[in-house]
């Protein structure tokens, strides 16, 4: 049975996704309307305010996880997930290409950050789940029969 939400392929690929929207910007950067391509202006305002709520909706995410209010978790996690990666896309977008500046470094955390919990979804999770899903015995509690869930 497969978990719900969001596999590992589509998380990667929403990444890629992203990835190579930024790419294909920032090379047509140079030949886009003056607007985008001055700090400040108003569609790059814009695109960073809107970046900006998408990251904090990214950020709820741990608020609701860690605390059980606001719902399925799951949805959470959709939602961190796609708001996180279209937020980081605005952000960029925002920069208008100037990344050799300072507030340019903190686009490399959210990279960082980005490449952190594609890890941890798809290698570290893995290995988690190898380490406690086979050793019931270990935690003093019999294995559930097959099909029969585990009393919480």
Sequence with gaps: MKPPGLSDRLLV???FCAAVFLVTYFGLLPDLPRAWRLPGSRPLYAAGAAGALLLFVSAAFLLAKRTGRGGSPVRWFSAHVVAG??????????SAGRLRYAPALLLLALLGLVALGVWARVRLSRRISAAFGQKAAAFGAEAPASGAEAPA
């Design 85 to 94: 990666a279209a937020g980081t896309v605005l952000a960029a977008v925002h």
């Design 13 to 15: 690929y929403a990444v």
